[in-house]
């Protein structure tokens, strides 16, 4: 079965430090999507992205942020300098244009910011 | 603005306990409500996913149901085993692109 896949599964990165989240969506999927959960809290939507844009973004998602699909199989998030309450599973997701309205997400990536 | 709540925040059960978690929600304009599971320091495993249409979806020893009306969701295990210690989390697909999920409950489940 197709899934969404993350890399790395933990990152550790010194605060300031420029961080690329990575995740490559199931391959027919056109709207992508990055979700962040803090230790201990609820799974919080960060943005969304189709056709090469922004569609929609959630307070959280500030000039720090970004998102990128350099090519046919990457969706990227930046994080530009890093802050200590940055530290989060980041977890991606995709979903395709038809169907059922529904996001399959990825095992997640673990940012730690020292 | 849609809220979900997710009701015990944490419930311990003897193992072959059958258990309800809930999950409520306050914008009854949904697309549809996904049940997860996540174990501690892990991603999220989808469980079942319930459309606006429909009243309720299995999985072996799972059983979502959906009240939109209501704004409520229960998930219904069955014959509880260890293994099922997690994590279960209730997400909700309304009018943006997001998904709004609940703040869990976590389940364990004593052999």
Same mark, same amino acid.
């Given at each position: 079965?197709? *899934? /969404? ?17 990575? @995740? /490559?969506? =199931?391959?027919?999927?056109?709207? &992508? ?11 919080? &939507?960060?943005?969304? &992205?189709?056709?090469? *844009?922004?569609? *929609?973004?959630?307070? =959280? ?5 970004? /998102? ?16 200590? *309450?940055?530290?989060?599973?980041? &977890? @991606? ?19 730690? /910011?020292? | ?10 419930? +311990? ?10 999950? !409520?929600? %306050? ?18 495993? $989808?469980?079942?996913?319930?459309? !606006? ?5 299995? $999985? #072996? ?7 939109? +009306? $209501?704004?409520? +969701? ?5 014959? !509880?085993?260890?293994?099922? !210690? ?7 697909? #309304?009018? #943006?692109?997001?998904?709004?999920? #609940?703040?869990? %409950? ?6």
């Amino acid at each position: 079965e197709p *899934e /969404v896949t993350q890399t790395p599964s933990h990152q550790v990165t010194q605060m300031g430090q420029e961080v690329i989240l990575r @995740c /490559v969506p =199931i391959s027919n999927h056109l709207y &992508f999507y990055w979700y962040r959960q803090i230790l201990g809290q609820k799974v919080e &939507f960060l943005v969304s &992205f189709y056709n090469n *844009e922004i569609s *929609e973004k959630s307070e =959280i998602f500030d000039d720090q942020f970004s /998102v990128e699909r350099p090519d046919g199989s990457n969706f990227t998030l930046k994080i530009r300098s890093t802050k200590l *309450e940055d530290s989060a599973m980041y &977890f @991606c997701a995709s979903r395709g244009l038809r169907g059922k309205n529904i996001q399959y997400f990825g095992a997640g990536t673990r940012l730690s /910011v020292l | 603005k849609q809220e979900v709540t997710q009701i015990p925040a944490a419930l +311990s059960v003897p193992e072959g306990e059958n258990l309800v978690l809930n999950c !409520s929600f %306050t914008d009854s304009a949904i697309y549809n409500l996904q049940w997860f599971r996540q174990d501690p320091g892990k991603g999220l495993t $989808s469980l079942l996913l319930i459309q !606006s249409s429909q009243r309720e979806q299995t $999985s #072996g020893r799972l059983n979502a149901s959906l009240d939109k +009306s $209501s704004g409520r +969701s229960t998930l219904y295990i069955a014959a !509880s085993q260890p293994g099922d !210690s997690a994590t279960y989390l209730c997400a909700v697909k #309304g009018r #943006g692109n997001d998904m709004r999920f #609940g703040a869990g %409950t976590r389940l364990t489940v004593k052999p």
